[in-house]
């Protein structure tokens, strides 16, 4: 899942602002809010960012696994 997330940060074509968190704790943090359904205020207060950010983070990790083909179901 990870080598997915880098591929695809290694493609973007934008710059910008750089992320608060790495790709690794991006991907941990999605698999956290699948795994417990917790609100996203409590992870965002977990990890130290806004609960917007763990919104926006949480589709574009979600985004990248699915259009990667590697992680749908049959």
Do not use: C
């Not at 795994?35 to 763990?54: C, K, M, N, P, S």
């Amino acid at each position: 899942m990870e080598t997915v997330l880098q591929e695809r940060h290694a493609n973007k074509v934008k710059s910008g602002r750089p992320p608060a968190l790495s790709l690794g704790a991006q991907l941990l943090m999605t698999l956290e809010f699948w795994r417990e359904y917790r609100t996203l205020f409590h992870i965002g207060q977990d990890w130290g960012v806004h609960e917007a950010t763990v919104q926006r983070t949480v589709v574009r990790v979600e985004d990248a696994l699915i259009q990667s083909g590697k992680f749908s179901l049959p």
